[in-house]
């Protein structure tokens, strides 16, 4: 099984920067779409960002100008770049990819949902 684990989270004041990062790690045969979510408190998961394996890209409008997603296909890790946060950015951030567990996964192009553990994003105001 692949698992993903998030890391770069923390307490930033407004206006500031963070970059977060995806690991995938496991039986991993290869990577589908990978994406960013986050939970704020009270609400439900939104979307922020996701990447194909091609590198084509699409955000959020809320993020759009401010976040950057990119991917390392050889270190099978994905990367959230925040800047300009705003309180309303505060959040747990989610990882997800489209993991192939084995080869004939990979050959089908069939990929098995994995979800990381989150981190926390807190911005201040």
């Known amino acids: 099984q692949g698992q993903l684990v998030e890391s770069g989270g923390g307490l930033v004041q407004a206006g500031g920067s963070l970059r977060l990062s995806c690991a995938a790690s496991?039986?991993?045969?290869?990577?589908?779409?990978m994406g960013w979510y986050r939970q704020a408190p009270g609400k439900e998961r939104e979307l922020v960002a996701r990447?194909?394996?091609?590198?084509?890209?699409n955000y959020a409008d809320s993020v759009k100008g401010r976040f950057t997603i990119s991917r390392d296909n050889v270190k099978n890790t994905a990367y959230l770049g925040m800047n300009s946060l705003k309180p309303e950015d505060t959040a747990v951030y989610y990882c997800?990819?489209?993991?192939?567990?084995?080869?004939?996964?990979?050959?089908?192009?069939?990929?098995?949902?994995?979800w990381g553990q989150g981190t926390l994003v807190t911005v201040s105001s």
């Open positions: 997800q990819a489209g993991i192939a567990t084995t080869p004939t996964m990979s050959a089908l192009r069939s990929y098995l949902e994995v």
């Open positions: 496991g039986s991993i045969f290869g990577i589908g779409t």
């Open positions: 990447i194909n394996s091609a590198g084509s890209a």
